[in-house]
């Protein structure tokens, strides 16, 4: 059965750092583009970042730039969101998702894991 299953979020002060892991299962990952996307309280859900299948190309939302690295790990069959400089306004759940090739351009996916909560506060 194809599972997406997100760890490593949390509560973290502003300016602090986390990374969250998104681990597969059920399928080869290598295959897949992937990327994460977010969900904050009555907010639709946005795309955040996303990486090819060969991890060749990536793509972030202008909010998040020079903030936040994808990455993966086909090997391992998993994909990492290191998250840098973390502001309020980046609280929300985080979910890893997987899709084709257009995954990446058009920000939709096919399969999504459950999320894991990323709180920013003092």
């Known amino acids: 059965q194809l599972q997406l299953v997100e760890s490593g979020g949390g509560l973290v002060q502003p300016g602090g750092s986390l990374r969250l892991s998104c681990a597969a299962s059920g399928f080869t990952l290598a295959y897949y583009a992937i990327g994460w996307f977010r969900q904050a309280p009555g907010k639709e859900r946005e795309g955040v970042s996303c990486?090819?299948?060969?991890?060749?190309?990536?793509n972030y939302a202008d909010s998040v730039k020079g903030r936040f690295t994808i990455s993966r790990d086909n090997a391992k069959n998993m994909v990492y969101l290191q998250m840098n400089s973390l502001k309020p306004e980046d609280t929300a759940v985080y979910y890893c998702a997987v899709g084709p090739i257009v995954m990446c351009v058009i920000w939709q996916a096919d399969d999504w894991g459950q999320g894991t909560q990323v709180t920013v506060s003092s």
């Open positions: 990486i090819t299948s060969s991890g060749d190309s990536t």
